[in-house]
């Protein structure tokens, strides 16, 4: 409590979800410029990755890897960017668990699931940061041209995530409440090349499953050139309707994790 010249006391205003937001965002910056080795590393496996993947693929397959490369680098570039989602929030929490730090999210008057959530969006706006250099990077390398209207790939690109951070909530709550599963949620980022891959399969009930309909979406924006506006309602509303759907039943799963994790006291075992 302070006291201005009129002698009238101030009582300190409590901390806002504006504040919140700014205090994480703020954290990532920090964690981000103060371990650049780390962050540096993780642009350079995933270039890594598809150098092998491309210079591998066109000594194996030739002619068939060039046509469809434009595919295969909007698949790349959506593949990092779930990863990167899924384990801001399923990482985080595992993180968390292992440095007894739980139980501070949890007596925070914002509540778990709200801070674990503005956490996850930051690193989303890092990974697609991070992402992005990566997607210019493959462009150079492999001389190939998109489609790149920010405005339609960053909003077919966010909706389409947002639904992995959905599965990445329901694999936190899994986490506090076993504690050590990590080798088995990491099994489903590799399920992510199934999941983004599904277009291909032209299996129309796959749609309803994250980043399916998002990745055939953003193909379509990327590779052929489509505007946000000329997709039809329906499938905008589909993306929308995969994302939220998946977002709410993934917080529900953390809630009902985390009071059972309350009720059997082991929220901050280790």
Do not use: C
């Not at 092998?52 to 960017?81: H, K, N, P, Q």
């Not at 994250?210 to 905008?236: C, I, K, N, Y």
């Amino acid at each position: 409590m302070t006291t201005d010249e009129t002698g009238a006391a101030d009582v300190a205003r409590p901390a806002g979800y504006r504040q919140l937001i700014r205090a994480v965002l703020y954290r990532e910056y920090l964690v981000f410029v103060r371990y650049p080795a780390n962050a540096i590393g993780g642009i350079v496996v995933a270039l890594f990755f598809f150098g092998v993947l491309f210079y591998g693929g066109r000594m194996i397959a030739g002619r068939a890897l060039t046509d469809s490369i434009e595919g295969i680098i909007v698949g790349y570039f959506l593949w990092t960017l779930s990863v990167g989602a899924y384990s801001a929030i399923s990482n985080d929490i595992g993180s968390e668990v292992q440095w007894g730090t739980l139980e501070r999210h949890v007596m925070t008057p914002f509540g778990f699931a709200p801070v674990a959530l503005l956490k996850g969006v930051a690193k989303l706006v890092r990974t697609f940061l991070t992402s992005a250099f990566v997607l210019a990077v493959m462009l150079v390398m492999t001389g190939t041209t998109l489609s790149l209207n920010v405005l339609t790939v960053v909003t077919v690109a966010t909706l389409t995530v947002v639904s992995v951070l959905g599965l990445g909530f329901a694999a936190g709550g899994i986490t506090v409440l076993y504690k050590r599963v990590g080798n088995w949620l990491n099994l489903l980022q590799f399920g992510f090349i199934v999941l983004i891959s599904a277009p291909a399969f032209d299996l129309r009930w796959t749609r309803l499953l994250p980043l399916a309909h998002g990745s055939a979406l953003l193909q379509r924006a990327m590779v052929d050139g489509t505007r946000l506006w000329e997709f039809s309602a329906p499938a905008l509303a589909l993306l929308v309707g995969v994302a939220v759907g998946y977002l709410a039943g993934g917080y529900l799963v953390f809630q009902v994790a985390t009071r059972r994790a309350r009720k059997l006291g082991v929220l901050g075992d280790y």
